[in-house]
């Protein structure tokens, strides 16, 4: 019997559920793999340092520094901040653009796998991504990769080769107010310096340490054990 050929849907189907399958074996393969590099580390214009450290390793005020700033329901969310989709949305029929929204999973998932810029389509990819970090990877996993591959400065990604860089220092050595410092870097990490703060982002600095107090040493030991 003759092959029947497969018509524009039957190979968008056939397509579709292939990228699927290999974009989760990807996953789950990274769930336990360390990343070689990055999407952003790919597409970097300056010689890319990073040094891998497990979250274990790591004071706890440093993922809570950067929750604390980013994503303070991150422990709660699914990957996806419905409502500050929604509010991003109203800002860009108001004329504002499209920006922010963007949780730690949906960043965790643009570093690892996507590129800069704020098109829909890109949006739309990093939503759909984070909600696949979430189930495959879990918490603990994202917010390791998250302190490990977010950039910090030009070419500078992840918390250890920022606090070497900056501090001169292993960062399981930092302090909560350096921690603080390093999180309000983003989301424009080449145009600041943590020892070089403008008035403004002292008191994000500020802001940031009040929040940390605010949640609780012990507010991602849930996800952290």
Not at 7 to 27: E, H, P
Not at 141 to 156: D, M, T
Not at 187 to 199: E, G, K, V
Request: proline share 6%; aromatic share 12%.
């Amino acid at each position: 019997m003759a092959n029947r050929k497969r018509g524009f849907f039957g190979w968008t189907w056939y397509v579709t559920w292939r990228f699927l399958a290999l974009l989760t074996l990807l996953l789950l393969l990274l769930r336990f793999v360390t990343p070689p590099t990055t999407s952003f580390m790919l597409q970097s214009d300056y010689p890319v340092s990073q040094h891998w450290v497990s979250i274990d390793e790591l004071p706890a005020h440093i993922p809570l520094a950067m929750v604390a700033s980013e994503d303070q329901l991150f422990p709660e969310h699914f990957g996806v901040d419905f409502s500050a989709i929604s509010k991003a949305l109203q800002q860009y029929d108001d004329g504002q653009g499209l920006r922010g929204a963007s949780t730690i999973t949906q960043q965790t998932a643009k570093n690892l796998l996507l590129w800069p810029g704020q098109s829909f389509v890109r949006k739309g990819l990093e939503a759909m991504l984070a909600v696949g970090l979430e189930i495959i990877w879990g918490k603990k996993r994202i917010l390791e990769v998250y302190v490990n591959v977010a950039e910090f400065g030009k070419g500078i990604y992840g918390v250890e080769a920022a606090s070497q860089h900056y501090f001169n220092k292993p960062a399981k050595y930092l302090s909560s107010k350096e921690a603080a410092k390093l999180a309000v870097l983003l989301p424009s990490p080449r145009n600041r310096n943590p020892n070089h703060l403008t008035p403004y982002l002292s008191q994000r600095v500020v802001w940031v340490e009040r929040q940390m107090k605010q949640l609780g040493s012990a507010y991602l030991t849930p996800i952290l054990k």
